[in-house]
T-cell receptor, first 112, second 115 residues
């Protein structure tokens, strides 16, 4: 069974721009969660989508948003990029009714 | 709120040495506990998990036992290899509502194994 895939793997943007990251979960998984990893803050939960609905949200500003499609693929969007948004963005999928989450390889975003 | 505390790294060991990475947690209720491993330039891989007290998770020679009385989930391996060099994250599942969970992670412990 194919794992979680994320595209693109690397991205360079400038301040003020916006960016969209994509995640395809494991086949049959209906929940997608997003995490931000930075050296200073570690791994932090952004949000979770299940059946096209945002079910949970972490403590991030409204510039961070996401959505989920009917095939469970998810996108996250960051608008008005700031230097501090430079991070590894990880997507994780699960069945939606169990706790175990499986992670993709991440998208590394650099904001200049 | 719920939290996870890991020992500071880096941990440097010689090949075939015994490994222990300490992890303690604070939680209301009885969360599931996980160890994830991150190799350079990659995402997180699930290493092992335990869902209730006294459960032992194991995989690839790594083990960890869910200790409710000491709120700990220490990772151990009897004989490390150079290929085990990576960053290890302890995590707990924090139930938000219904069947929804988010993972709360420790700060990670870097392991370096020398030949």
């Amino acid at each position: 069974k194919a794992g979680v895939t994320q595209t693109p793997r690397y991205l360079i943007k400038t301040r003020g721009q916006q960016v969209t990251l994509s995640c395809s979960p494991i086949s049959g998984h209906r929940s997608v969660s997003w995490y931000q990893q930075t050296p200073g803050q570690g791994l932090q939960f952004l949000f979770e989508y299940f059946s096209e609905t945002q079910r949970n949200k972490g403590n991030f500003p409204g510039r961070f948003s996401g959505r989920q499609f009917s095939n469970s693929r998810s996108e996250m969007n960051v608008s008005t990029l700031e230097l501090g948004d430079s991070a590894l963005y990880l997507c994780a999928s699960s069945t939606g009714d169990q706790e175990t989450q499986y992670f993709g390889p991440g998208t590394r975003l650099l904001v200049l | 709120g719920n939290s996870v505390t890991q020992m500071e790294g880096p941990v440097t060991l010689s090949e075939e040495a015994f490994l222990t990475i300490n992890c303690t947690y604070t939680a209301t209720g009885y969360p599931s506990l996980f160890w994830y491993v991150q190799y350079p330039g990659e995402g997180l891989q699930l290493l092992l998990k335990a869902t209730k007290a006294d459960d032992k998770g194991s995989n690839k020679g790594f083990e960890a036992t869910y200790r409710k009385e000491t709120t700990s989930f220490h990772l151990e391996k009897g004989s490390v290899q150079v290929s085990d060099s990576a960053v290890y994250f302890c995590a707990l599942s924090d139930p938000v509502r219904d069947s929804s969970y988010k993972l709360i992670f420790g700060s990670g412990t870097r392991l370096l194994v020398r030949p």
